[in-house]
C-alpha cells in the first residue's frame, strides 16, 4: 500500500544515520566505562528514589465521550504514575483488573478547556479545500452535555472529549492530563542510555539533511512514537492531496471522518515502524559486539585520532563559526536571558513559596492540636505535593509565560517551538518539589520526636535548613535550563548558515580517520560539537554574568555564604548531596548518573571550593590552547557538552554550606570534635597549599581535582589518618578534613567521638580573630591527631 511503502521509504533512509550514531554513541559508553566518568551535578536536596510503580494519581467517575458510540457515557478514569489515561466502563471493572474501554497515550497532545480553543486548534489540522457554510462553521463538533468539558488534542491519534458539572473538577482533571502531557514528551528523553542518545543524534541528522534545523515539536514520546511522527510529517502532505477533495458530507462529518483516516494511518505506521526498528536495532547490536574488542584495546589511539580530526576542522571552521556568532547571535544572547529568567525564576520561586506555606500550616496545625498521629498524617501529605496537579499548576503557569514574551525569536532564530523550553522547566521544577519533600521527611521524622514540647521548633529548622537547599539547587537548575534553552535557540542559526560553506568540505576530512576507526569517528558529529561548543561558551559568559550582578537570586559557583547556627539539630544528619546527570543537551544525554558524594575508596581528599573553581577555571578557560581542539581531552564530542554544563555550572557549587556540614557529613564520613574555633592561615600559606595542590594534580591527571573519588587512581592520596586544614581568608572559607581508612574505623570514630559543629566566619574578619601562625596550626592538628588516636584505641 502507499502506506507501507511511505513508511519503508523513510525508514530506509533514517537507518545510515542510526547505524553511525549507534557506533559512535557504543564507542563514548565504552570510553565513558573506562575512564569511569562522572557527568553529574552536585545537588544538596536529597534525591527522592522513584515511586512504586501503578501508584495512582488520579481516579473519578467523569462523562466520556465515546467516538465509536457518538455519545457520552460515564466511565470511570484512572491515572497512574505511568502517565496514561485509562477509561473504564466502571468502577466495579477497574476494581475486578477488567481491561480498559480506552487506553490514552498522551503524547503531543494540548489540552483546552474551552470550546472555542479546541475549534480553533482542530481546524488548523483540517486544511478543508470544499469549505463551508456560516452555519455548518457554528455547529457544535460535539455537542456539550455538562458546562465545563475538557479536550486532549493529538496531532495524528483520536482527541479525546471530557465534560464535567463544575469547575473544581474540570481544573482537577485538566491540570492531572497536563501532568501526563509533560512526563509523556520527556521521560523518554531524560534516558540516559546510548541506544537512546544513537536515536536521537539520528533524528536530528536525518532533519538536517532535509534542511531542517534546531528543535522539532514531534519529539515528543518513544522511538517508536517519534519515529512514527516523523513518518507522518512526509507521509500526511500526500494523504490531503488524495483525500481531502474527494470528502463529500456536512463539514463536521467531513472533519470527523477525516481524525479517522489520521488516526487508522498512523496506527498503521506505528506498527510498521515497530517492527522495522527493532530488526534495525537488532542489527545495530550485533554491529557493536563486532567493535567492542577494537575499541577497548585501541581506545587511546581513537582518543587521539578523533583529537587530530577536530583540530584540522576547527582550524577551517573555528573563524566563520565566531563570525556567525559575533554578529548574528553574541549581541541578542543577553535580552533572550533576559526574557528566559523572568518566568523560569518566578516558577521556582512560587514552588518554594508553596514548600513554605504548606510546612508552615504543619506547624501551626500542630501548635494547635499537639497530636503526633495528626502531625505524622500531614507529613504524610505533605510527601503528595509534587504529584498535587492543582496545587503545583499555579508554579507551573508562571512559566507559560515565555510563549508570550519569546515572540521576537520568531523572527530572529526562527524559533517556533518553545513548548520543550517551557515543559522541561516545569518538570525541573516538580523534581525540585519531590526532592525538598523528601529531603524534609528525612531530616524530620515524627515517629523518632521523643520531646513533643521541642517538635514545632524542629520542623521550623528543618524548614530553613530545607529551603536554604533548594535555593542553591534552584539557582544550579536554572543556570543549567538558561544554559540549554540559549543554546537551542541560536545554534539552528549557526547551523543554517555555515551549512552552505563548511558542510560541503566535511568530506575531505574523513582521509584523517584511522581505516579501523571510520565507524567510530564521524565527521559529521565533530563538526557539530565545535559549533556548539562555540555557542556554548558565549552562553555560559552571560550566566555568569546574570550571576554576578544576582539577578533573580542566582548564585556565583564560588560564593561562600555566611551559615547559620545548626547546632540544635546535632540529631539530625543533614542529607547526603545526591546527584542529577542531567543532559546539556537532550540528543546527547549523560551517561552516567550517581552520587557525588559516595566514597570510591578509603582514602578521601577534600578540597576547597575555590581550589575546584581555580583549578577549573585554569583548565577550560582557553579551549584554544587544548592543541587547537574544542573537543574535550579525551576525545568524547558528547561528554564536552557534559564536561562544560557541569564544570561551568554544577560541581562548582561545593563551597556554599559549609555551615551545614558539607565538607564532613555530606561525604558520608564520620566528623572530629572542634568546639574551639575556627583553623585559619595567612593569604600566603593557601596561595602556597593552592599551589602544591594543583602541582599534584597536574602532575597526575587533570582531571583529579574534578573527578574527586572517581577513581582510586585518580584521587590524591592523604595519609591515613591525617589532617589536612586550609582556609580561603579571600571568601572567607575554613575547611576541615580529616580522611579515615575503611568503614570500621569511620564508625568507630562515629561512635566515639561526638561530631563536629562546622561554622562559618562572619562577613569580615580581622587577622587577631583567627589563629594565623603555623605554630598554632600544628599544635591544634596535634591535638585533633591525639582524638583520634584515643577514639581508636578505645
Given at each position: 500500500s502507499f502506506t507501507s511503502g511511505k513508511t519503508e521509504a523513510t525508514i530506509k533512509n533514517f537507518s545510515p544515520h542510526y547505524r553511525r550514531q549507534y557506533a559512535v554513541a557504543f564507542c563514548r559508553h565504552v570510553q565513558e566505562e573506562l575512564e569511569q566518568h562522572r557527568h553529574s551535578q552536585s545537588r544538596f536536596l536529597k534525591t527522592r528514589p522513584p515511586g512504586e510503580a501503578g501508584t495512582v494519581l488520579y481516579e473519578a467517575e467523569l462523562l466520556h465521550f465515546a467516538e465509536d458510540l457518538k455519545k457520552w457515557k460515564d466511565r470511570y478514569v484512572v491515572i497512574k504514575n505511568d502517565y496514561t489515561v485509562d477509561c473504564f466502563e466502571t468502577k466495579e471493572a477497574y476494581q475486578k483488573g477488567a481491561s480498559p474501554k480506552y487506553h490514552v497515550l498522551p503524547a503531543g497532545g494540548k489540552v483546552l478547556t474551552s470550546e472555542e480553543d479546541y475549534n480553533l486548534l482542530s481546524d488548523k489540522h483540517f486544511p478543508d479545500p470544499v469549505g463551508s457554510s456560516e452555519k455548518e462553521a457554528a455547529a457544535a463538533f460535539v455537542p456539550l452535555p455538562k458546562e465545563f468539558p475538557v479536550y486532549l488534542w493529538q496531532p495524528f491519534s483520536r482527541h479525546s472529549y471530557y465534560c464535567f458539572p463544575e469547575p473544581v473538577a474540570q481544573r482537577r482533571f485538566s491540570a492531572v492530563l497536563g501532568d501526563c502531557v509533560r512526563h509523556s514528551n520527556h521521560d523518554f528523553l531524560k534516558q540516559t542510555t546510548y541506544e537512546v542518545e544513537a536515536f536521537l543524534e539520528a533524528i536530528q541528522f536525518f532533519r538536517q539533511e532535509k534542511g531542517h534545523y534546531g528543535t522539532w515539536e514531534m519529539i515528543t514520546g518513544n522511538e517508536k512514537e517519534i519515529l512514527s511522527n516523523l513518518v507522518m510529517e512526509e507521509l500526511l502532505p500526500n494523504l490531503q492531496t488524495m483525500i481531502l477533495p474527494k470528502m463529500k458530507g456536512k463539514r463536521n462529518?467531513?472533519?470527523?471522518?477525516?481524525?479517522?483516516?489520521?488516526?487508522?494511518?498512523?496506527?498503521?505506521?506505528?506498527?510498521?515502524?515497530?517492527?522495522?526498528?527493532?530488526?534495525?536495532?537488532?542489527?545495530?547490536?550485533?554491529?557493536?559486539?563486532?567493535?567492542?574488542?577494537?575499541?577497548?584495546?585501541?581506545?587511546?589511539?581513537?582518543?587521539?585520532?578523533?583529537?587530530?580530526?577536530?583540530?584540522?576542522?576547527?582550524?577551517?571552521?573555528?573563524?566563520?563559526?565566531?563570525?556567525?556568532?559575533?554578529?548574528?547571535?553574541?549581541?541578542?544572547?543577553?535580552?533572550?536571558?533576559?526574557?528566559?529568567?523572568?518566568?523560569?525564576?518566578?516558577?521556582?520561586?512560587?514552588?518554594?513559596?508553596?514548600?513554605?506555606?504548606?510546612?508552615?500550616?504543619?506547624?501551626?496545625?500542630?501548635?494547635?492540636?499537639?497530636?503526633?498521629?495528626?502531625?505524622?498524617?500531614?507529613?504524610?501529605?505533605?510527601?503528595?505535593?509534587?504529584?498535587?496537579?492543582?496545587?503545583?499548576?499555579?508554579?507551573?503557569?508562571?512559566?507559560?509565560?515565555?510563549?508570550?514574551?519569546?515572540?521576537?525569536?520568531?523572527?530572529?532564530?526562527?524559533?517556533?517551538?518553545?513548548?520543550?523550553?517551557?515543559?522541561?522547566?516545569?518538570?525541573?521544577?516538580?523534581?525540585?518539589?519531590?526532592?525538598?519533600?523528601?529531603?524534609?521527611?528525612?531530616?524530620?521524622?515524627?515517629?523518632?520526636q521523643a520531646d513533643s514540647a521541642k517538635v514545632a521548633t524542629t520542623i521550623e529548622k528543618v524548614k530553613l535548613r530545607v529551603l536554604k537547599q533548594y535555593d542553591y539547587d534552584s539557582s544550579t537548575i536554572r543556570k543549567k535550563i538558561f544554559q540549554e534553552a540559549l543554546v537551542q535557540i541560536t545554534l539552528p542559526t549557526m547551523q543554517k548558515t555555515l551549512a552552505s560553506t563548511c558542510k560541503p568540505e566535511l568530506q575531505k576530512y574523513e582521509q584523517y580517520i584511522f581505516a579501523d576507526y571510520t565507524s567510530v569517528i564521524q565527521v559529521e558529529n565533530v563538526y557539530e560539537e565545535i559549533l556548539y561548543q562555540t555557542l556554548l561558551e558565549e552562553a555560559l559568559k552571560v550566566i555568569k554574568e546574570a550571576a554576578v550582578l544576582k539577578k533573580h537570586n542566582l548564585f556565583e559557583d564560588n560564593l561562600n555564604v555566611p551559615c547559620e547556627s545548626v547546632s540544635s539539630l546535632t540529631e539530625l544528619r543533614t542529607p547526603v548531596g545526591s546527584a542529577h546527570g542531567?543532559?546539556?543537551?537532550?540528543?546527547?544525554?549523560?551517561?552516567?548518573?550517581?552520587?557525588?558524594?559516595?566514597?570510591?575508596?578509603?582514602?578521601?581528599?577534600?578540597?576547597?571550593?575555590?581550589?575546584?573553581?581555580?583549578?577549573?577555571?585554569?583548565?577550560?578557560?582557553?579551549?584554544?590552547?587544548?592543541?587547537?581542539?574544542?573537543?574535550?581531552?579525551?576525545?568524547?564530542?558528547?561528554?564536552?557538552?557534559?564536561?562544560?554544563?557541569?564544570?561551568?555550572?554544577?560541581?562548582?557549587?561545593?563551597?556554599?554550606?559549609?555551615?551545614?556540614?558539607?565538607?564532613?557529613?555530606?561525604?558520608?564520613?564520620?566528623?572530629?570534635?572542634?568546639?574551639?574555633?575556627?583553623?585559619?592561615?595567612?593569604?600566603?600559606?593557601?596561595?602556597?597549599?593552592?599551589?602544591?595542590?594543583?602541582?599534584?594534580?597536574?602532575?597526575?591527571?587533570?582531571?583529579?581535582?574534578?573527578?574527586?573519588?572517581?577513581?582510586?587512581?585518580?584521587?590524591?592520596?592523604?595519609?591515613?589518618?591525617?589532617?589536612?586544614?586550609?582556609?580561603?581568608?579571600?571568601?572567607?572559607?575554613?575547611?576541615?578534613?580529616?580522611?579515615?581508612?575503611?568503614?570500621?574505623?569511620?564508625?568507630?570514630?562515629?561512635?566515639?567521638?561526638?561530631?563536629?559543629?562546622?561554622?562559618?566566619?562572619?562577613?569580615?574578619?580581622?587577622?587577631?580573630?583567627?589563629?594565623?601562625?603555623?605554630?598554632?596550626?600544628?599544635?591544634?592538628?596535634?591535638?585533633?591527631?591525639?582524638?583520634?588516636?584515643?577514639?581508636?584505641?578505645?
Open positions: 462529518d467531513r472533519k470527523r471522518a477525516w481524525f479517522g483516516i489520521v488516526e487508522e494511518t498512523y496506527g498503521l505506521v506505528q506498527q510498521q515502524v515497530a517492527e522495522e526498528l527493532s530488526t534495525l536495532k537488532e542489527e545495530c547490536r550485533e554491529f557493536a559486539k563486532t567493535l567492542e574488542g577494537t575499541i577497548r584495546s585501541d581506545m587511546d589511539q581513537i582518543l587521539n585520532s578523533k583529537n587530530f580530526l577536530a583540530g584540522k576542522i576547527k582550524a577551517s571552521v573555528s573563524e566563520p563559526a565566531q563570525k556567525c556568532c559575533m554578529e548574528n547571535i553574541q549581541p541578542f544572547l543577553t535580552s533572550i536571558l533576559e526574557e528566559l529568567m523572568g518566568p523560569v525564576s518566578s516558577g521556582f520561586t512560587e514552588v518554594r513559596s508553596l514548600f513554605e506555606k504548606e510546612v508552615n500550616e504543619i506547624i501551626q496545625d500542630f501548635q494547635k492540636t499537639n497530636d503526633m498521629t495528626r502531625l505524622k498524617e500531614n507529613v504524610d501529605q505533605l510527601m503528595t505535593l509534587p504529584f498535587n496537579s492543582m496545587k503545583m499548576e499555579p508554579c507551573y503557569l508562571k512559566v507559560n509565560l515565555l510563549q508570550e514574551l519569546l515572540q521576537d525569536l520568531k523572527s530572529r532564530f526562527k524559533v517556533y517551538h518553545i513548548d520543550f523550553v517551557i515543559q522541561r522547566t516545569q518538570n525541573f521544577m516538580q523534581e525540585l518539589m519531590e526532592n525538598a519533600v523528601y529531603t524534609f521527611e528525612q531530616l524530620f521524622s515524627p515517629s523518632r542531567t543532559p546539556a543537551k537532550v540528543p546527547a544525554a549523560a551517561r552516567a548518573e550517581g552520587s557525588d558524594t559516595e566514597s570510591h575508596g578509603d582514602e578521601t581528599l577534600i578540597v576547597t571550593g575555590k581550589i575546584v573553581w581555580e583549578k577549573d577555571a585554569d583548565e577550560g578557560k582557553s579551549p584554544d590552547k587544548e592543541a587547537g581542539v574544542s573537543v574535550s581531552a579525551a576525545g568524547d564530542q558528547a561528554s564536552t557538552r557534559e564536561a562544560v554544563a557541569v564544570t561551568d555550572i554544577g560541581d562548582k557549587q561545593e563551597c556554599p554550606l559549609a555551615g551545614h556540614t558539607k565538607q564532613g557529613v555530606a561525604e558520608g564520613k564520620s566528623t572530629l570534635e572542634n568546639e574551639s574555633e575556627c583553623v585559619a592561615s595567612t593569604e600566603r600559606e593557601l596561595k602556597a597549599q593552592q599551589e602544591a595542590v594543583e602541582e599534584k594534580v597536574a602532575s597526575g591527571t587533570d582531571t583529579a581535582v574534578k573527578n574527586v573519588g572517581a577513581s582510586p587512581k585518580k584521587v590524591l592520596k592523604v595519609p591515613e589518618g591525617a589532617a589536612e586544614e586550609e582556609v580561603t581568608s579571600g571568601s572567607q572559607t575554613v575547611t576541615a578534613a580529616v580522611s579515615v581508612s575503611g568503614t570500621e574505623k569511620a564508625s568507630t570514630a562515629q561512635e566515639k567521638v561526638s561530631e563536629m559543629k562546622l561554622t562559618c566566619p562572619p562577613e569580615s574578619v580581622t587577622d587577631t580573630e583567627v589563629l594565623g601562625s603555623a605554630e598554632k596550626k600544628s599544635k591544634v592538628e596535634n591535638e585533633i591527631m591525639e582524638k583520634l588516636s584515643q577514639s581508636e584505641n578505645a
